[in-house]
């Protein structure tokens, strides 16, 4: 069965600095993997999503994932972040077999100034 | 283009009662999927419509239906409510539907039902 998972409930991170925010995935055949954003009190935005093609993926406000076939990681990153970005993460990966996303548990992201 | 809406923001039901949710795609998309958000269960896919047919359905019991008319916006229904519907409702549209195509979010319905 196709899965997707983020290890990490919660990333800290100072303002300025990088960040990162794990996914790995887990599909029989090509992956097909996005992002999305949630702030409180709203629906998911889209931030980006792998086809097939380049590794690095570039998205909404200066986000950017790199996919990595042999670690089956899709990990979101940005390099300077910013206090608005505090936010809930959400990865996913489409079922090829149900063709339904999978959405991961959610990582929540805090930029301290 | 304006994006995806839905009605109302909030509900608040008891249990027994029904309730109908309401969603209004992006502007030429024909696919909407409904979703159920809850801090337990996380984001859980409920169903999707494509062209007025249902094109796919997830794990959740009778009680849940929907439908979408001919001009792409849809409906959930919820009949005999239980305390464990109260959840975050989420519609999202897409152009072509099917899950490789990028899905587009409404705010969501939060629905409480006591």
């Known amino acids: 069965a196709q899965s997707v998972a983020q290890p990490e409930d919660q990333v800290n991170v100072a303002e300025g600095n990088p960040l990162t925010v794990k996914c790995t995935y887990s599909?029989?055949?090509?992956?097909?993997l996005f992002w999305y954003v949630q702030y409180p009190n709203r629906g998911l935005q889209f931030l980006l999503k792998y086809i097939t093609g380049d590794n690095l993926v570039k998205g909404s406000y200066g986000f950017e994932a790199e996919f990595n076939k042999s670690q089956t990681s899709f990990h979101l990153k940005k390099p300077s972040a910013l206090v608005s970005d505090s936010a809930l993460y959400f990865c996913a990966v489409r079922d090829e077999d149900t063709d339904k996303l999978i959405f991961g548990t959610g990582t929540r992201l805090q930029v301290f100034p | 283009k304006a994006g995806v809406t839905q009605t109302p923001r909030y509900l608040i039901k008891t249990r027994g009662q029904q309730v109908t949710l309401s969603c209004s795609p992006i502007?030429?998309?024909?696919?909407v999927s409904w979703y159920q958000q809850t801090p337990g269960q996380g984001l859980q896919f409920l169903f999707e419509y494509f062209s007025e047919t249902q094109r796919n359905k997830g794990n959740f019991p009778g009680r849940f239906s929907g439908r979408q008319f001919s001009n792409s916006r849809s409906e959930m229904n919820v009949s005999t409510l239980e305390l464990g519907d109260s959840a975050l409702y989420l519609c999202a549209s897409s152009l072509n539907g099917g899950a490789a195509d990028t899905q587009y979010f409404g705010p969501g319905t939060r629905l409480t039902v006591l």
């Open positions: 502007s030429g998309h024909r696919s």
């Open positions: 599909v029989s055949g090509n992956p097909y």
